[in-house]
């Protein structure tokens, strides 16, 4: 490849990725002025980190490592949050851009916009940005993030040259916000009453019901998951069910603190399983199922929520009589609205949605959401008749408001944009105003609908008052839009670019860009199309006639969307990751297209399977884009909840491209030592910034994809062309070899078998966590092992459909040869280490000796390395690592005589 040395940008070089992914993970608690707050979009990259790739990409690298040093440096000043408005530092960043691009701002695309982290960065550091998405909803929201604020949050100057107004954007939305929240107050504020003593409504309580399926009892069950009102150090509420069996009925009451006499966390519902508390008899999910499909699941107000201007905290009191009645008055009062037509452009659509939900299973939506007859039901019913009414009222409202708005100003476009900025409002109170929202115990507020990416069935849902300047209410949506407004004024006024278009067909001329920086979607990852539908149903009916081309259709469009999904392809799993697969190689090769010939192309990728890697670099190789270097970056909260239950990444792999320029072909052989050496280079840098776990095999890839995608054509000495799962099962290989020498620091492993290389190496990748069992099969390859072997044969996995787990002592103990040596042939190291952990928690210690001394291990100090580095990999906390520093501990106290003495952490310890 003949490029220009002089020409490598930074990122090509060195990325400071601890520096980095602090900050990444730090900015996910930031709210004032942040872009998720103006309106949500799932898989947002953080915004620190989306910076340091547009600034590190647009940079030439310094001639000497002096020079180096200090613009790192200046790059982890630049990603802290703080100095997002920096000026000094900002001017000073976009005068290097400059310096390194001929004078001329650079032309930066992201053609898989979404949520907008990418081009605002780019805008930020004053390049001319170009944004691209497919989706409706995300080209909304790129012309409110990117484009109106630069075009039209300007102050308004006086006479005299003074500042009337300091954001004229600001203030109208600001204006009109509160006008539309007085005139809805005005229509249907009597349906949040306050209480007699002043207290206001924050969020009311529900429990879905069905009858008890027992023909002799028949009561009502209401689906609790669990009772606790408020779960925090210093204050224990909770509903607790008074059960009347003369009755057949439960109640409630309130109890706090030593009241609470029972497990608040044992609802009436567990694993989808209901228990009536009259006479104890279940309801299993079909029964439930069948009620919901057969409209015969209903709901029951439980709690009210309150705070008192004079008081602090939450108050919590049982729903009455009175709260039923006036949320029955609502009801009626949403009768006036069913039917109700209203005109998009020269359609006729229904006011209140009735678009079809997506199909079962996609979305996370759930059987409970089709009829009886099959059909998914409609939009409109994952709200209760109060929460479509406040919707519908603020929502015609806004459309009101859009009348008098275009009357008022001169400037059309102008007026579209304080209107749709009304809409995004409207939308965020609409996230936080379904029967799918939470109460959040730990907190005492809503959960947002969207704390995962799915649509799930929500037993127990939270009401919110709109008018109760509170959580999730109106005037709090309408602040935060304006304090990311606020604190965006000060974005270059550079050229700005947004279009909805598909990254298939992007509208521009060949070799337009210095570089294409994006985070494309992960095979099924996230359903961006059916997850935002949720919102195009309603912004359709807030703004379509402003956007007609963008929401003249029924939903959001699906066929043309880049994810995997069965659905979409005759229910055929294969048939769907084909056509993705196919589409992502599409989308490369239009970013080479538009790429200049010394562009920068990068891509973010954070999916953990190897299947998934495997497709993403053949689809870049295909694109005849070659990798020149990777990056690891921690970008998410270690407590999201999807990482709790998976084996997540924690990083997000940035993968810096360039055009291949030559056609040359290699043989295997013949770059294998360079691999190695490039591999074990970047390995090297890896580790020493912590990179650890999951994340440190999936990094390993760039560096070596660096070597091999070089050539158009690698090939075997029979001329056979190497593929790249080939080639990626020797980057595994090398990767599991470093892995365990740095886990055993630097120890031998000439006397550890493959079994207990592969437990070892899993817990400190996966931890607890299941993974799918191709990628199992392939780590136990790369360690001389068969996966099925450890499944059936060893019983160290366990297999549940596609998914595999590890098995720690505990759960091996019914295992009666555990340990035991077979055919003279010592057991793996790794039974005979949980067999002296189970023997250990029984005290037994003359039996754990004489264990020991016949296991073959008796002179054998690895079994102790081995032992110790499970130890140190383990989380505190967890149960197999308490077995370990017993059975560590025990080692000088019990077979004191028969072994060396064992080295002490602190020497264990040192590198």
């Not at 210093?234 to 607790?240: E, H, I, Q, T, W």
């Not at 891509?603 to 884009?625: G, P």
């Amino acid at each position: 490849m003949n490029r220009n040395n002089k020409d490598r940008r930074l990122i090509e070089e060195f990325i400071p990725i601890k520096e980095i992914s602090e900050e990444s993970a730090r900015e996910k608690s930031i709210r004032h002025g942040h872009i998720s707050t103006l309106h949500i979009w799932w898989a947002r990259r953080p915004l620190v980190a989306s910076r340091a790739a547009v600034f590190a990409s647009l940079v030439k690298n310094p001639e000497n490592e002096e020079k180096r040093k200090e613009l790192t440096k200046f790059l982890v000043e630049l990603c802290k949050w703080e100095n997002s408005n920096n000026k000094q530092i900002i001017d000073k960043t976009r005068k290097l851009i400059l310096e390194s691009n001929g004078g001329k701002p650079p032309k930066v695309l992201d053609c898989f916009a979404g949520g907008g982290s990418i081009p605002l960065e780019a805008l930020r550091l004053g390049c001319e940005t170009y944004a691209l998405d497919l989706n409706p909803v995300a080209y909304l929201i790129l012309l409110c993030t990117l484009v109106y604020p630069q075009k039209y949050g300007k102050p308004v100057i006086g006479k005299g040259g003074f500042t009337k107004i300091q954001n004229k954007l600001v203030y109208d939305v600001e204006k009109w916000g509160k006008w539309v929240l007085e005139e809805a107050k005005k229509e249907i504020g009597k349906f949040y009453p306050n209480d007699p003593d002043g207290s206001v409504p924050v969020a009311y309580l529900w429990a879905r019901t069905v009858k008890c399926p027992n023909p002799n009892c028949g009561a009502e069950i209401p689906l609790i998951r669990q009772y606790w009102l408020c779960n925090k150090s210093n204050r224990k509420v909770s509903l607790k069910p008074v059960v009347n069996k003369k009755e057949k009925r439960i109640d409630f009451e309130i109890v706090e603190g030593k009241q609470i006499n029972f497990k608040p966390e044992e609802g009436t519902m567990k694993k989808g399983t209901a228990t009536c508390l009259v006479c104890g008899h279940t309801a299993d999910g079909n029964y439930i199922r069948k009620e919901s499909q057969q409209g015969r699941m209903g709901q029951r107000m439980t709690t009210v929520v309150l705070t008192h201007p004079k008081k602090s905290g939450k108050i919590y009191r049982l729903a009455t009589q009175k709260d039923v009645e006036v949320f029955e008055k609502a009801s009626k009062e949403l009768e006036k609205y069913k039917g109700e037509k209203i005109k998009i452009g020269k359609q006729e659509i229904s006011l209140i949605p009735d678009e079809p939900l997506p199909p079962e299973g996609s979305l996370g939506i759930s059987p409970y959401w089709t009829n009886k007859k099959g059909k998914n039901r409609r939009w409109a019913e994952l709200f209760n008749d109060r929460q479509l009414l406040s919707i519908v009222t603020f929502l015609l409202k806004v459309r009101e408001a859009k009348e008098k708005i275009l009357k008022e100003e001169k400037d059309e476009e102008y007026a579209k944009s304080v209107i749709t900025y009304l809409a995004i409002v409207l939308d965020k109170m609409i996230s936080q105003s379904t029967n799918l929202s939470s109460w959040a115990i730990t907190r005492e507020t809503l959960r947002n609908v969207f704390a995962r990416q799915a649509l799930p069935m929500v037993w127990d849902y939270t009401e919110i008052n709109t008018f109760s300047e509170s959580t999730g209410d109106w005037i709090g949506a309408l602040n935060w839009n304006n304090l990311y407004l606020k604190d965006i004024q000060t974005i270059a006024n550079t050229k700005i670019f947004c279009e909805q278009s598909s990254a298939t067909t992007q509208p521009f001329q060949s070799d337009f860009f210095d570089a294409v920086i994006t985070d494309p979607p992960y095979y099924d990852a996230v359903p961006y199309s059916d997850l935002s539908d949720f919102f195009f149903v309603w912004l359709k009916r807030s703004v379509g006639d402003l956007y007609q081309n963008q929401f003249g259709m029924l939903l959001t469009p699906k066929s043309s969307e880049i994810i995997q999904t069965s659905a979409r392809h005759e229910r055929d799993k294969e048939k769907a990751k084909k056509w993705y697969e196919e589409q992502m190689t599409l989308a490369f090769k239009e970013c080479n297209r538009v790429l200049k010939e010394n562009g920068m192309f990068v891509v973010v990728f954070a999916h953990k399977t190897t299947s998934a890697w495997e497709t993403l670099v053949s689809s870049l190789l295909n694109a005849d884009l070659i990798v020149t270097s990777s990056w690891p970056l921690k970008t998410e909260m270690q407590t999201r909840l999807r990482a709790r239950e998976s084996a997540a990444l924690a990083s997000s792999i940035f993968i810096v491209c360039r055009k291949r320029l030559t056609e040359q072909e290699g043989y295997f052989n013949d770059i294998k030592e360079e691999l190695e050496e490039r591999v074990h280079q970047k390995l090297d840098e890896f580790w020493n910034q912590g990179i650890r776990g999951a994340d440190f095999f999936i990094s390993a890839i760039g560096p070596a994809v660096e070597v091999f995608g070089r050539y158009k054509k690698v090939r075997k000495l029979s001329g056979e062309e190497v593929t790249v799962a080939e080639f990626l099962d020797l980057v595994r290989q090398i990767v599991t070899d470093y892995s365990l020498k740095k886990i055993l620091r630097e120890g031998s492993l000439g006397d550890i078998d493959e079994i207990t290389r592969f437990y070892i190496l899993w817990r400190w990748a996966y931890n607890n966590n299941e993974i799918l069992f191709d990628d199992a099969r392939k780590l136990a390859q790369a360690l001389g092992t068969e996966a099925d072997q450890l499944i059936h044969k060893r019983d160290i996995l366990e297999k549940k459909g596609d998914k595999v787990r590890l098995l720690g002592p505990k759960e091996r103990a019914k295992e009666k040869d555990l340990g035991e040596s077979k055919g003279g042939m010592p057991a793996p190291m790794i039974d005979v280490i949980h067999k002296s952990c189970l023997l250990w928690e029984k005290g037994n210690k003359q039996k754990l000796g004489e264990f020991i001394e016949e296991s073959g291990y008796k002179d054998n100090e690895t079994i102790w390395d081995v032992a110790q580095a499970l130890s140190e990999i383990l989380p505190d906390g967890d149960k197999e690592k308490q077995l370990l520093q017993g059975l560590l501990a025990s080692k000088t106290t019990t077979i004191r005589d028969k072994f060396k003495t064992q080295r002490t952490i602190t020497e264990f310890k040192g590198e």
